[in-house]
Antibody, heavy 120, light 107 residues
Framework: QVQLVQSGAEVKKPGASVSVSCTTS????????IDWVRQAPGQGLEWIGT????????TFAQKFQGRVTMTRDTSTNTLYMEMTSLRSEDTAVYYC?????????????WGQGTLVTVSS | DTQMSQSPSSLSASIGDRVTITCRAS??????LNWYQQKPGRAPKLLIY???TLPSGVPSRFSGRGSGTDFTLTINSLQPEDFATYYC?????????FGLGTKVELK
């Protein structure tokens, strides 16, 4: 079955960077883009951006442009999201999710989430 | 960016009740509207895609309607496992924005 397994929780200081990984299995890695979404404590879902593993092309929400990079490793079927210049407001659970695109698009399944805590 | 609004932000209901949640887009998103269910401490789970299509395994008591800017999610005969937070998301154009969520609680 299709699975997305994310890396473990991280604690970072303000100004640091964090990398979250998302290892996929159960489907052809290059056939589907991956979206990244975050959720601050007690808050809703916020779309960060998307990466197409076939060509590493990316699209980001404007507020994350310049501070987030998304890459992939086709040898391990793993995606990475790196965020730099972390601040306390970046404390959140970060999710990766497979984007199904048949004209209509939807996210399924989702990874289990990675808690990133930014604190001095 | 397309803004998504949901109402109500929370509701209290009893087992067996019929519940309707509304999602409105700030501009037309055609049928590019999905619903997700999230339980505490868990990742969101796809509930409905393309406004009204249920993925395999989702109970038929869930239904979705709408197109353009106005959408609804209805749960017929609420079950104990349905108490959760529900989010709509538009995938018409990036950024693929979400509504703020509707928390369904036990009355």
């Amino acid at each position: 079955q299709v699975q997305l397994v994310q890396s473990g929780a991280e604690v970072k200081k303000p100004g640091a960077s964090v990398s979250v990984s998302c290892t996929t299995s159960g489907y052809t890695f290059t056939s589907y883009s991956i979206d990244w979404v975050r959720q601050a404590p007690g808050q809703g879902l916020e779309w960060i951006g998307t990466v197409n593993p076939s060509d590493n092309s990316t699209t980001f929400a404007q507020k994350f442009q310049g501070r987030v990079t998304m890459t992939r490793d086709t040898s391990t079927n793993t995606l990475y999201m790196e965020m730099t210049s972390l601040r306390s407001e970046d404390t959140a659970v970060y999710y990766c999710a497979r984007l199904l695109d048949y004209g209509i698009k939807w996210l399924d399944p989702w990874g289990q989430g990675t808690l990133v805590t930014v604190s001095s | 960016d397309t803004q998504m609004s949901q109402s109500p932000s929370s509701l209290s209901a009893s087992i067996g009740d019929r519940v309707t949640i509304t999602c409105r887009a700030s501009q037309s998103v055609s049928f590019y509207l999905n619903w997700y269910q999230q339980k505490p401490g868990r990742a969101p789970k796809l509930l409905i895609y393309s406004a009204s299509t249920l993925p395999s395994g989702v109970p038929s008591r869930f239904s979705g309607r709408g197109s353009g800017t106005d959408f609804t999610l209805t749960i017929n005969s609420l079950q104990p496992e349905d108490f959760a937070t529900y989010y709509c998301q538009q995938t018409y154009s990036p950024p693929r924005t979400f509504g703020l969520g509707t928390k369904v609680e036990l009355k």
